[in-house]
């Protein structure tokens, strides 16, 4: 196990009593100063965790709190995603109702159904929504039929629908980003996504999930599904956004059901991920699910979680020069590392590269702000 910062210790003792409903382990917030206390709070926004670790927060014994000032704004903040996320629930249902009467069945993927692993659903903060439709009755359409016509439907209501991509389209509805999948994986890119595309078909056995304590039902998939799809979306963000959010949403996953990997699966980089993810929550969230394996790269995972090599965001160098020569750094890092898991030709990388500067050519020297 590689030694902590102090905020970092901090930020993971919070997020283990909020996890598995605990006393938090006073021993890393001895001596914590407002500046720690400051620390942290940022570090649990950039990793995607600030409504979790509030709750580990709240069981701090008093004289371990942190000062008043940060309490509110960390508690304003939590009540602030509390109500986003009951949009976000309100939004699904009703999207789910749209699509039903017309005879096309959702299913939840990531996100919201995922809510429902933790202790309070609430504090598991997400972004957009991403959902997979499918024919409610297959002698009427097929299931590539009714996500077109989901598409279509959108499209009728005035919404505009964004189908570049082969895996989703994308729009908005109520002002909430959805991404409708044709895919569950971008099997047009990756060697091994075709072979897990096929697997994932074949487990997603899409089951009723309660909301907001009952208020709302949803299709979820199984924890075999999620399994599968949970570490090649956070393959997919090594080296380029994976996040402790990511992680805890493992943790929750381990465990609630343990790791189901289908005997199909045989990739040996896609089950070292699977090895090195539990490896991690079990030593930094928590979980003690026993796995071989995945050591080396899960603290590497945990060095780009915490210690990014390049970022996406706020490149502090400057010069069209100095700009070109840093991105292609980290095109080059970024690869490599992402090359552990979920293998592509660096010809292909590269000729992929070519073709979104080739169409956007104004991204090649922008820097992105904080």
């Known amino acids: ?24 382990e006073t021993c890393f917030f ?50 602030a995603y509390e109500k986003k996320y009951e949009r976000y629930c309100n939004t699904i249902q009703e999207l789910t109702d749209f699509y039903l009467r017309r005879g096309i069945m959702t299913v939840q993927l990531k996100g919201v159904g995922l809510s429902t692993y933790y202790p309070v659903p ?42 570049h991509s082969p895996k989703h389209s994308n729009f908005y509805y109520k002002g909430i980003p959805i991404e409708n999948h044709k895919t569950f994986l971008n099997v047009e890119r990756f060697p091994i996504a075709v072979q897990v595309e096929s697997i994932l078909k074949k487990v997603i056995n899409p089951q009723h999930t309660a909301l ?16 599968l799809f949970l570490t090649f979306h956070s393959a997919q963000h090594y080296g380029s ?63 780009e979680i915490l210690h990014p090599k ?19 750094k980290r ?3 970024m690869s490599r590392i992402n090359n552990r898991i979920l293998y592509l030709p660096m010809w292909k990388r590269v000729w992929e590269s070519i073709v979104i500067h080739v169409r956007k050519p104004d991204i090649i020297f922008r820097v992105e702000q904080k």
Request: glycine residues 8%; hydrophobic residues 40%.
């Open 1 to 24: 196990m590689r030694r902590l910062h102090k905020q970092e210790g901090m930020l993971f003792a919070l997020l283990r009593a909020s996890l598995h409903q605990k006393k938090t």
């Open 30 to 79: 001895e001596g914590a100063s407002a500046d720690d206390w400051k620390a942290c709070y940022k570090l649990a926004c950039q990793q995607g965790v600030m409504a979790l670790a509030w709750d580990g927060v709240l069981k701090l014994p008093a004289e371990m709190i942190p000062p008043k000032a940060l309490r509110i704004t960390w508690g304003m903040a939590v009540q």
């Open 122 to 163: 609430s504090h598991r903060e997400g972004g957009d929504i991403d959902i997979y439709t499918f024919s409610k009755n297959k002698e009427v359409m097929t299931d590539a039929e009714a996500n077109l016509l989901a598409d279509k439907l959108m499209e009728e209501q005035g919404i505009e629908v964004d189908m």
């Open 212 to 227: 907001l304590n009952g208020k709302y039902r949803i299709l979820t998939p199984s924890a075999s599904f999620n399994t």
């Open 241 to 303: 956004g994976l996040a402790l959010h990511h992680l805890c949403d493992w943790a929750m996953l381990v465990s609630k059901y343990g790791v189901q990997i289908p005997k199909e699966l045989t990739d040996e980089r896609f089950l070292e991920a699977i090895a090195a993810l539990t490896c991690l929550c079990n030593r930094y969230l928590g979980t003690s699910y026993i796995i071989p394996g995945g050591e080396e790269l899960a603290e590497e995972m945990l060095e």
């Open 310 to 328: 390049y970022l996406q965001r706020g490149i502090t160098v400057k010069g069209k020069m100095n700009i070109f020569f840093y991105k292609t």
């Open 331 to 333: 095109f080059m890092y």
